[in-house]
T-cell receptor, first 113, second 114 residues
Framework: ELKVEQNPLFLSMQEGKNYTIYCNYS?????LYWYRQDPGKSLESLFV?????AVKQEGRLMASLDTKARLSTLHITAAVHDLSATYFC?????????????FGKGTKLSVIP | EAGVAQSPRYKIIEKRQSVAFWCNPI?????LYWYQQILGQGPKLLIQ????????DSQLPKDRFSAERLKGVDSTLKIQPAKLEDSAVYLC????????????FGSGTQLSVL
């Protein structure tokens, strides 16, 4: 059974600080996804990482993938309040882009002014 | 571009009642998914359709859940009879044939079973 573990599950950080969310998974997969979910809202796709060493950046968020370590990171640079949300990583069950996803439990990020 | 449409937005029922959710995917998306998200957890895949055929339903509790996508466009997910533990948000998602493209989620239907 594929397992996806995120840590931390809860993160409270001050504006302007940097932090990293970690996502470990138990299967060999070259595909990993990051999503953002605001309270009461649906999931928004942030990053699609498709190969070992992939790095993608959007604004203050940067995601990377190390398939050998089965680890992805989501780095937050100079956090702002608007980044407060829950962040999920997810892995394809078949590693082939089927979008049969197994999600982590999510990291609830609160950015404090 | 219109997104994934779902209805109703909220539904409250009593246990042992039946309920149905509707989803209209993004135009042209052949693949449609239903995910269940219990409060405080990540979404869990229930079923995947490719056009009107089922690709994977291994995690669908088939004794009470059913889903269909008759014309390869809209889909309906039904629960009959509902249990307390079915309280969750039911998310519909769709994707195109290009597996390097994103998966798009609808706003979900929040189900409360009392």
């Amino acid at each position: 059974e594929l397992k996806v573990e995120q840590n931390p599950l809860f993160l409270s950080m001050q504006e302007g600080k940097n932090y990293t969310i970690y996502c470990n998974y138990s299967t060999t997969s070259d595909r990993l996804y990051w999503y953002r979910q605001d309270p009461g809202k649906s999931l928004e796709s942030l990053f699609v990482l498709l190969s070992n060493g992939a790095v993608k950046q959007e604004g203050r968020l940067m995601a990377s993938l190390d398939t050998k370590a089965r680890l992805s990171t989501l780095h937050i640079t100079a956090a702002v309040h608007d980044l407060s949300a829950t962040y999920f990583c997810a892995v394809d069950n078949d590693g082939a882009g089927s979008y049969q996803l197994t999600f982590g439990k999510g990291t609830k990020l609160s950015v404090i002014p | 571009e219109a997104g994934v449409a779902q209805s109703p937005r909220y539904k409250i029922i009593e246990k042992r009642q039946s309920v149905a959710f509707w989803c209209n995917p993004i135009s042209g998306h052949a693949t449609l998914y239903w995910y269940q998200q219990i409060l405080g957890q990540g979404p869990k895949l229930l079923i995947q359709f490719q056009n009107n055929g089922v690709v994977d339903d291994s995690q669908l509790p088939k004794d009470r859940f059913s889903a269909e996508r008759l014309k390869g466009v809209d889909s309906t997910l039904k629960i009959q009879p509902a249990k307390l533990e079915d309280s969750a948000v039911y998310l519909c998602a769709s994707s195109s044939w290009d597996r390097n493209e994103k998966l798009f989620f609808g706003s979900g239907t929040q189900l409360s079973v009392l």
